[in-house]
């Protein structure tokens, strides 16, 4: 398969496609960066490398980072002791949503909705003894980048912009689904967000679901059997409350970010990340999804 050649001609469509998408604005911080910005980046399982604009541009990889807390959660916790307080089903709700949770007695619908990720980082704030460091250092492991770290400015611009989630913290607390101190629990979840890092980042870090749970130099992060379940929740609640369009129209199981950044896998094939800060208005990078769209129709294959 000549990658290459399939993401230059997705480049090339992509740079005379209408968009109407907007750069996240919601975290004053995220509105700074320029819409313009574009980047792809494939990593195949044969460990070769592809790639087109910005994609060695560091980013923030907000909501992505989901995906590895849920991975290190499940890597150290039985599945059971997860999943009894957080639910794998699509929430068809905005992501910071907080109706559900109501009439769901605090557990939320799955782990990529923010009170799902809140209650994951409750869940590795008990077991690990410095989160932050431990949680940089598993993404350090699973790229093999040891220079990755936060952007302070985000961190800092939604620390200021966080009632939302702590609404969400306050009203699973009063149904016993948290069990630190709500600041603690945000603070971890903001520094998570907060992780820069590039399109070829991502694609490496990724390639562990695409290669049953290991790296391409056999290290074995998680089993294959929470991999699959990993990807089962990445094709059915990945991109908000689009999960179903974007299995429609790509056909992969991945995570999309508020920072424009959408990251997904081909099983056995390749893991793939894509780059385009302006969304559309579910919150999925609008040129990302059209990219990954393209490069299931070029390659002529899907999950499906
Ligand atoms: N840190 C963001 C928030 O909690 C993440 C949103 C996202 O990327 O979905 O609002």
Redesign the pocket.
């Known amino acids: 398969m000549d990658y290459q050649k399939i993401l230059d001609s997705i480049q090339s469509e992509l740079s005379v496609l209408p968009h109407t998408g907007k750069v996240?604005s919601?975290?004053p911080e995220l509105a700074q960066v320029e819409s313009e910005k574009l980047g792809m980046h494939l990593y195949s399982i044969n460990s070769e490398h592809y790639s087109f604009g910005d994609s060695n541009e560091l980013f923030?990889?907000?909501?992505?980072?989901?995906v590895f807390a849920l991975t290190l959660a499940m890597s150290l916790v039985e599945d059971k002791d997860i999943f009894k307080r957080v639910d794998v089903e699509p929430s068809g709700d905005p992501?910071?949503s907080l109706v559900q949770l109501e009439y769901e007695n605090g557990i939320p619908r799955n782990p990529?909705i923010?009170a799902g990720?809140l209650v994951i980082c409750d869940i590795l704030i008990s077991i690990l003894k410095d989160p932050r460091k431990d949680f940089l250092e598993f993404i350090h492991k699973i790229t093999g980048n040891k220079t990755i770290n936060i952007n302070t400015k985000v961190y800092e611009s939604?620390k200021a912009y966080?009632h939302?989630?702590a609404a969400l913290l306050n009203l699973m607390k009063s149904f016993g689904n948290i069990t630190n101190n709500l600041e603690t629990v945000l603070d971890f979840?903001?520094y998570q967000?907060?992780i820069a890092m590039s399109c070829k980042d991502l694609s490496t870090a990724f390639m562990i679901y695409a290669n049953a749970g290991k790296t391409l130099n056999n290290q074995k992060i998680i089993s294959f059997q929470k991999t699959k379940r990993i990807n089962a929740i990445m094709q059915t609640c990945g991109f908000?409350d689009e999960a179903g369009e974007f299995s429609f129209r790509v056909g992969l199981p991945g995570k999309?970010?508020?920072?424009g950044g959408i990251s997904a896998i081909h099983p056995g094939q390749y893991a793939v990340t894509v780059w385009s800060p302006p969304l559309n208005p579910k919150?999925n990078s609008e040129l990302g999804m059209h990219a990954l769209e393209e490069l299931t129709t070029l390659t002529g294959f899907s999950i499906f």
């Open positions: 996240a919601y975290i923030s990889i907000q909501s992505i980072s989901k992501f910071n990529f923010n990720a939604e966080s939302r989630n979840y903001i967000c907060a908000y999309s970010g508020v920072g919150g």
